[in-house]
């Protein structure tokens, strides 16, 4: 399955590389307006540049992976879906609630698939807890509460920190990650609401740090942190049960890697597995993944429909009172 990639950023080089990687895609051309990364590009990855109409244009294209600035994928995603291209888009979906709405209105009118970049689904520890879960180790959810972050000094003066770019700062940035898994484990959430603020970074045009609060129709609720100052350490999430808890620790940066650890109430059992060991794999196999359901004509996951309730979460805590 043929590739081509729009936007070489550092998540570009990453989901470039991703698909080189991997047995069943082949990354056929590359672009971005800037030309030194587009210099870069061609060294490391020796694959060709294509203008942004060739690659519409180009039958042999099967899919498109969008990896540029916020701002730009609405269009991209509306034009690859007009060229009848497959699209695998980093996340977030869009810059806000409205934009998302048209992408998926769109995205059900076309008979090609869009998937939303979600890497966190693929590190072990959250692929254990997953199989966990499943297996009705810790009994009916409850509740998911999390927590990401980093600090910050890599986004600095960055694109990211531009409200008319990135439509909004660290719940559209790292925070999607949370989102995302609450909903993974938990399903839909009907309400929701949080709050937004500049903790360190005083003289940006995003947020610096959000908290929001989730519930389900069904009374389960998330709670989720995330920031770009936070010193701790990157991801952290508990899973509350009827009959035990799971957390996730993907602390790497201070804690030593990914590790799992969960406790069985009525086992009175604590139990632990280490993944610090196992190198990161998590852009290829969610690039195999996603290929894998094109071939099979499955719903790829996180689907358009999941983006959207991403989506939906985030303007939840945007809108809340709290932040006006």
Request: hydrophobic content about 35%; aromatic content about 12%; overall charge positive.
């Amino acid at each position: 399955m043929n590739f081509a990639v729009i936007g070489l950023g550092s998540f570009g080089l990453k989901r470039a590389q991703a698909i080189k990687d991997s047995n069943q895609g082949k990354l056929v051309a590359i672009n971005d307006i800037d030309q030194l990364k587009v210099k870069q590009a061609i060294e490391k990855l020796k694959v060709p540049f294509k203008n942004y109409n060739d690659i519409l244009n180009d039958k042999n294209i099967d899919v498109i992976s969008v990896c540029t600035p916020n701002k730009f994928h609405k269009n991209i995603i509306i034009d690859s879906l007009n060229s009848k291209k497959n699209v695998f888009c980093e996340k977030p979906l869009a810059r806000n609630l409205s934009e998302a709405v048209e992408i998926y209105n769109h995205a059900k009118k076309s008979k090609n698939i869009v998937q939303i970049g979600s890497n966190h689904r693929y590190f072990e520890s959250v692929k254990y807890a997953k199989r966990l879960v499943e297996n009705d180790t810790i009994g009916k959810l409850l509740s998911f509460t999390g927590r990401i972050g980093h600090n910050g000094e890599r986004l600095k003066n960055s694109w990211f920190w531009k409200k008319d770019i990135s439509g909004g700062g660290t719940l559209l940035d790292n925070g999607c990650h949370l989102l995302d898994l609450s909903r993974y484990f938990l399903g839909d959430f009907n309400t929701g609401k949080g709050i937004i603020s500049n903790s360190y970074w005083k003289n940006i045009e995003v947020e610096d740090t959000a908290c929001g609060m989730f519930s389900t129709k069904h009374g389960q609720t998330s709670t989720i942190f995330c920031s770009w100052r936070l010193m701790s350490g990157y991801f952290f999430f508990e899973l509350n049960g009827t009959d035990g808890y799971i957390n996730v620790d993907g602390r790497f940066d201070t804690h030593g890697g990914d590790k799992i650890f969960w406790s069985i109430s009525k086992e009175k059992k604590f139990l632990s597995k280490d993944f610090s060991d196992v190198k990161p794999n998590s852009y290829k196999q969610e690039i195999d993944q996603f290929i894998k359901n094109l071939k099979e004509k499955k719903e790829c996951s996180p689907s358009i429909s999941d983006a959207l309730e991403v989506m939906k979460m985030i303007d939840f805590v945007y809108s809340s009172k709290s932040n006006g």
